[in-house]
């Protein structure tokens, strides 16, 4: 059980384009689901955590026009990423945790963002 | 300084052998904490989690947590090369709240 999937994997893009990258949690209700990055041999920064039919709530540092997070459904987190530069290139990673254990976050196999 | 430290290694032990991967914090309030496991493009897989100070063993894993020392271990046993992998520690102050995370501890365990 607690398995979240993430889609797509991978994703090249070119500069300036939008990239939607959607958290799905398979088998639990994720009340809450938090969108982190994570740099090439680096932690993960943790980005934003949204609570379903909630607005997200951002990090210091994280521009939430630029990083788009929608919860919609409590088994579905989306992050877009408007007008995508170079810099934007990481991993992303979301995590999801249930009513029933908040405590624990389970994480999505992550999205790997090339941007040109 | 960060909140927690934890050395990125590369650490690298034979096949067997017992392996020590350490975090120490700043933030007295922490109160859980959680080791997970990071192989290479992937998602981090919770190992261990500890409320407050005190010991857990899971199999091959041991956590310890010294909140005096604001200090956290997490030993293997009869490490594996099936166990080489990155280990975040995290922990947070309050139940569900973010976590904050170490830098990850690179772990090889050669054959």
């Known amino acids: 059980g607690a398995v979240v999937s993430q889609h797509p994997s991978w994703v090249i893009c070119k500069s300036g384009t939008s990239v939607k990258i959607e958290c799905r949690s398979l088998d639990f209700q994720a009340t809450t689901m938090f969108w982190y990055r994570q740099f090439p041999k680096q932690s993960l920064m943790l980005m934003a955590t949204s609570n379903e039919g909630s607005k997200a709530t951002y990090e210091q540092g994280v521009e939430k026009d630029k990083f788009l997070i929608n919860h919609a459904s409590l088994t579905l987190s989306t992050l877009t990423v408007t007008s995508a530069h170079p810099e934007d290139s990481s991993f992303y990673i979301c995590?999801?945790?249930?009513?029933?254990?908040?405590?624990?976050?389970?994480f999505g196999p992550g999205t790997r963002l090339t941007v040109l | 300084q960060k909140e927690v430290e934890q050395d990125p290694g590369p650490l690298s032990v034979p096949e067997g052998a017992i392996v020590s991967l350490n975090c120490t914090y700043s933030?007295?309030?922490?109160?859980?904490f959680m080791w997970y496991r990071q192989y290479s493009r992937k998602g981090p897989e919770l190992l261990m989690y500890?409320?407050?100070?005190g010991n857990k063993e899971d199999g091959r894993f041991t956590a310890q947590v010294d909140k005096s020392s604001k200090y956290i271990s997490l030993f293997i046993r009869d490490s594996q090369p099936s166990d080489s992998a990155t280990y975040l520690c995290a922990m947070s102050a309050e139940y569900g709240n973010k976590l904050v995370f170490g830098a990850g501890t690179i772990l090889r365990v050669k054959s």
């Open positions: 995590s999801a945790s249930s009513q029933r254990e908040i405590d624990t976050q389970y």
């Open positions: 500890t409320y407050s100070s």
């Open positions: 933030n007295s309030a922490f109160q859980y």
